[in-house]
């Protein structure tokens, strides 16, 4: 079966953002009000096939550990979803 792998990757809240930050004071020039914090991450989508979601996932979780995400850094959410055929 087809599933589509939503993947979001973020740094740790414990390491500096300095494009978040950069992209904070931005707005805040730009009149922006009440943004507290601007965190910048990644979007990565997977379509792959697998015999379940949980297969799928697994799948999943370990390209992110091995080359998507660095783990050191950078924390990933999975959401896995069945890939509509097109």
């Given at each position: 079966m087809l599933y589509h792998a939503a993947i979001?990757?973020?740094l740790r809240s414990s390491i500096l953002d300095p494009q978040g930050k950069a992209t904070s004071h931005a707005?805040?020039?730009l009149g922006f009000e009440g943004i507290e914090d601007v965190?910048?991450?990644k979007f990565?989508?997977?379509?792959?096939?697998?015999d379940s979601a949980e297969a799928a996932e697994a799948l999943t979780r370990s390209a992110c550990q091995k080359l998507l995400?660095?783990?050191v850094m950078e924390d990933f959410a999975i959401r896995i979803t069945e890939a509509a055929v097109v």
């Open positions: 979001e990757i973020t707005l805040d020039q965190r910048i991450g990565v989508e997977l379509r792959l096939e697998a995400a660095n783990e």
